[in-house]
């Protein structure tokens, strides 16, 4: 039998208490979940960390990298430096340039309802900027009613899953819904639905916690940076249990530079913590796992949909392997 970081709990929804780990193969727990949800083997997660290592002490970044993070961090969405007529403006001007850009999935609508024939369609959707709208206090980022019930209504017909960077306790908080799977922390803490769901399956809270044995060290970094920031008004650090958050966008632009030096000087002492840009944040991580998370959905047999950000695109992949097609999804019903 193989023995894999999955984690069968019985917590409650929103608030995580108690969790037993359980060997997974042959368990008729595990066997109770869908089959469109499998969890790579362990082996193939230590491929990944290997290859991972070998990519030589990413976080010794040059003043070069940091310049460029900083950059694109100021192109990634409105500052709150610009007034609000310069933000609808260049929103609109973004927004034109995507729209002619990608094609409609209400125009492909006959094309994709081929391409479904036979099989299972699942949704993937980010969170923050996609579900909800970019703002200023990361604590404040709340989805209104009306999606939550356009959510819960895709989750009665497909399989859907939330993505996010957050932690899942944070994003449940926000959405409260059961009926869905939450992938938190890039994709490194997976839960199924909590409840009986019209595609037919019942999960009480399945887990799958690769990254479990890091938690201390993200709970370690997490003071350390917070020590280290609180001189640079408006830096905020979140905790996003396997990963963690540093936010700029209520920094002052013209200490973006010397607040992302002090992030990557604190890691440096972390080798095994990758640093990665975000929106006006910058992400602690031991790996990539959100890739992760796409390639656990391995048979032809689906026909996935992603939706990310605030451009509101749906990435539509029939194979794991291929690239997925950019289409714009839902326009009017998500914005
Ligand atoms: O899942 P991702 O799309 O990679 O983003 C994850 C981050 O989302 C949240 O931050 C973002 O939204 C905030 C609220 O609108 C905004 O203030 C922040 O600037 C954005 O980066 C979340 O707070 C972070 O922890 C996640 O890393």
């Given at each position: 039998m193989t023995n894999q970081t999955v984690i069968v709990s019985d917590r409650k929804p929103i608030l995580g208490s108690k969790t037993i780990t359980v060997s997974v193969s042959n368990s008729p727990l595990f066997s109770?979940?869908?089959?469109y949800f499998t969890f790579p083997p362990r082996k193939f997660l230590e491929l990944l960390e290997a290859a991972d290592k070998n990519?030589?002490?990413?976080?010794?970044?040059?003043a070069g990298k940091i310049a460029s993070w900083v950059d694109s961090m100021r192109d990634s969405s409105p500052t709150r430096l610009r007034s609000s007529s310069h933000d609808s403006d260049s929103d609109n001007e973004d927004k034109a340039s995507w729209v002619g850009r990608f094609p409609s999935a209400l125009n492909m609508f006959d094309e994709i309802m081929n391409a479904a024939k036979g099989k299972q369609i699942v949704m993937f959707l980010d969170y923050d900027?996609?579900?909800s709208p970019i703002v200023?206090?990361?604590?404040?980022?709340y989805i209104t009613h009306e999606m939550r019930e356009v959510v819960k209504g895709v989750a009665l017909n497909f399989p859907t899953a939330i993505v996010t960077g957050r932690s899942i306790d944070k994003v449940r908080a926000f959405?409260?819904?059961?009926?869905i799977y939450y992938a938190g922390s890039h994709g490194m803490d997976i839960e199924g639905p909590t409840n009986e769901s019209s595609y037919g399956e019942s999960n009480q809270g399945v887990l799958f916690q690769p990254?479990?044995?890091?938690i201390p060290m993200i709970e370690k970094v997490v003071k350390i940076l917070e020590e280290k920031t609180k001189?640079?008004?408006g830096a905020m650090v979140e905790n996003n249990k396997f990963c963690l958050s540093v936010h700029?966008?209520?920094?002052d632009e013209k200490r973006w530079a010397a607040l992302a030096e002090q992030v990557k000087s604190v890691l440096v002492d972390y080798p095994k913590l990758k640093l990665t840009q975000g929106r006006k944040d910058l992400k602690v991580r031991k790996m990539l796992f959100r890739s992760i998370l796409e390639m656990?959905?391995?048979?032809?047999?689906l026909l996935r949909f992603y939706v990310k950000k605030d451009k509101v695109l749906g990435f539509l992949s029939q194979k794991f392997q291929r690239k997925p097609m950019p289409l714009i999804l839902f326009k009017t019903l998500l914005r």
């Open positions: 109770s979940l869908p089959t990519n030589n002490n990413k976080n010794n970044l040059g900027g996609t579900l200023e206090d990361p604590d404040k980022a959405v409260k819904l059961n009926e990254a479990r044995e890091f001189c640079i008004p700029f966008r209520r920094v656990t959905v391995r048979t032809k047999m």
